[in-house]
């Protein structure tokens, strides 16, 4: 089955360390995002790619990197510049194709800070 | 800039109940709309959409219709059931140099037998 798989479930994070969430698709989609998700905040996008090698600057990317190195994998790292990094982390991805497309998401992960 | 206002949650109903969500929006150009629903703890899942003015995106008896000449995307449904338990977000798809989908904060249903 195709889809996108986002590991781990739950993750939690020390103080001054850096933490990678993992997003895996096998849609051949071209494009991938990732979103931060607050009570009461909906979503913000953090980074987005739309080509393997390419990525561009979400609303909030301050605190955050990301890589496309494969077209099936967009991880994204929580750095220890990320003051309040506690929130539910939704990965996406779609065709590319533009404004009618759908995005796919995957099911998510927690982090916390301990 | 785009941006989505969604009526605040939470809405609790009874089964059978008629439900209404607002969504308005601010755009540029001809956004395409959606409603995307996210059950707990799972990611957000397509709904409906509408790419263009009077068009009405229908699934699983959910039904919006784009209204351009009030900017909104209400969201309805004539007789929820406890499984339409989720959160529902309205969102936007606008043109330009990047197409990324603007969200709403999204709205608690909560539906008791």
């Known amino acids: 089955d195709g889809g996108i798989t986002q590991s781990p479930k739950y993750l939690f994070r020390k103080e001054g360390q850096n933490v990678t969430l993992s997003c895996e698709q096998n849609?051949?989609?071209?494009?991938m995002y990732w979103y931060r998700q607050d009570p009461g905040q909906g979503l913000r996008l953090i980074y987005y790619?739309?080509?393997?090698?390419?990525?561009q600057k979400g609303d909030i990317a301050e605190g955050y990197s990301v890589s496309r190195e494969k077209k099936e994998s967009f991880p994204l790292t929580v750095t220890s510049a990320q003051k309040n990094p506690t929130a539910f982390y939704l990965c996406?991805?779609?065709?590319?194709?533009?404004?009618?497309?759908?995005?796919?998401f995957g099911s998510g992960t927690q982090l916390s800070v301990l | 800039g785009n941006s989505v206002t969604q009526m605040e949650g939470p809405v609790t109903l009874s089964e059978e109940a008629f439900l209404t969500i607002n969504c308005t929006y601010t755009a540029t150009g001809y956004p395409s709309l959606f409603w995307y629903v996210q059950y707990p703890g799972e990611g957000l899942q397509l709904l409906l959409k509408?790419?263009?003015?009077?068009d009405k995106g229908s699934n699983k008896g959910f039904e919006a219709t784009y209204r351009k000449e009030t900017t909104s995307f209400h969201l309805e449904k004539g007789s929820v059931q406890v499984s339409d338990s989720a959160v529902y977000f309205c969102?936007?798809?606008?043109?330009?140099?990047?197409?990324?989908?603007?969200f709403g904060k999204g709205t608690l249903l909560t539906v008791n037998p």
């Open positions: 509408a790419t263009k003015a009077d």
């Open positions: 996406a991805s779609s065709t590319g194709q533009g404004r009618h497309e759908k995005l796919f």
């Open positions: 969102a936007l798809l606008s043109g330009g140099s990047n197409y990324k989908l603007t």
């Open positions: 849609l051949n989609h071209d494009a």
């Open positions: 790619s739309q080509i393997v090698n390419d990525f």
